[in-house]
């Protein structure tokens, strides 16, 4: 296995630009994936993996999850830890890298019957990868993305424990388009807001699939997106608490859904 | 106003010292606040404010938070922003910190007939203020913490929103103890566990008071803990996801008991 030592190495600033940046990462149609667990677990699950960078620690240490990443990958490469601590987004790296293919929106089309979550303009990484991770605990169909909400972000992939390389994750440029479509096929589109006139979440009745919006931890759902939804939704509050946790109230939202 | 210019003063040290020690704030009986908003909140919800800091630029720009800080605070000073990065834990600091009086466990009685979370060496300090700030929107009577689980982290702070500060929070050293005297008080005591076998959340029956334990993100509650508890509970997975994360778990845990 070719050793590269430089931080500045091409390989190794490739590396470091899809981590740092989600317009490059569109660019490319490529992400980067750091844990021996997370990178094992992806190449398992049928990612197309590119290019695998190992430290010399890290092929003693993870040697069972390195097998599995070397014997689905072309090119990997052994590191120094300057390079890694260049490429890797933790204090604590572990030292195992993937550069991964983006998926093609394979599984792009959404089930009509399905129960979806759709994030607009999710600020934090660490909220985008929690609600993918609730998402697939608790069993949805998928989740729906769209406004800047990267699951390809490093925290965002951490985060999600690799749910949102498994489960259906559709990327979408105008969500209110999307809402009012899944509209036309008969779901129901939901906007939830923390604002006591809407519909109580544990009220909500449906017979055929749901999706339902979750905003920006700030500013909420868009005007247009709240406008695309067939009703507005709400967790109840009875606390000085002005409202939940993005994630927080995303594992509500989809508990009740599938309750 | 005296002006506080140097990183190396000694009330801007001590400020930094509350911030990164959890030690020296058991240890002192203070904390570290940080944040125009969530400041002002704590001096006019009853906090004792001993000391507080405000940037030059925040002096003009959230004046009428700063108005009710020093209204309830003896000793206040304009820092230079020098001063105010050493003790930020954020990299967009607003420039206003308070020191502020850890409150003496005042609400440390447990009412047998509410409903509590009790979190064990839960160890992002994102995911103690977040259950907080969950716990207290969803209306639960309070929070119990234990093994190491620090409130008054800066990070924890500010996942919080001030619930933190506003709720009931007992303290605790010994948990398995605490649960069993629950116990002898009426209480039902709960083991949340990610684990098939255990009683579905949704099926919980009480007519008195609970408390549900959630435990570390990694290691889940300890077996002492779980052996005082009078049933184990879980939170039925549907996908390949092995477990929530423990602000989603604790978010579900919670709105399901007060259903």
Excluded: H
């Excluded at 008969?186 to 009220?203: F, N, Q, W």
């Amino acid at each position: 296995m070719e050793l590269l030592v430089s931080r500045s190495n091409e390989k190794i600033k490739y590396a470091a630009l899809l981590g740092n940046s989600s317009s490059e990462r569109a660019r490319r149609g490529e992400f980067l994936l750091e844990g021996a667990r997370l990178c094992s677990d992806a190449a398992l699950s049928g990612i197309s993996v590119v290019r695998a960078f190992f430290t010399a620690q890290a092929l003693s240490r993870y040697e069972s999850y390195i097998r599995e990443i070397t014997g689905r990958c072309d090119e990997c490469f052994e590191i120094s830890d300057e390079a890694a601590a260049k490429i890797s987004d933790t204090g604590n790296s572990q030292g195992v890298f993937c550069i991964c293919k983006i998926r093609d929106n394979k599984n792009g089309e959404i089930n009509p019957t399905g129960i979806y979550l759709a994030l607009e303009n999710i600020q934090d990484p660490a909220n985008t990868g929690a609600i993918c991770r609730s998402a697939e605990a608790i069993g949805l169909d998928g989740i729906i993305v769209s406004g800047g909400c990267d699951i390809y972000n490093p925290t965002a992939l951490r985060a999600a424990m690799g749910s949102s390389l498994r489960m259906s994750v559709i990327s979408v440029a105008c969500l209110p388009d999307f809402i009012s479509e899944a509209g036309r096929k008969g779901m129901l589109t939901l906007a939830s807001v923390p604002d006591a006139g809407a519909e109580d979440i544990r009220k909500i009745k449906f017979t055929s699939g749901v999706v339902c919006c979750v905003g920006n931890e700030g500013n909420g759902i868009t005007r247009e997106t709240a406008d695309a939804c067939e009703k507005k939704v709400t967790i109840p509050m009875r606390g000085r608490a002005e409202s939940l946790n993005a994630s927080a109230a995303a594992a509500i939202l989809a508990w009740e859904l599938k309750r």
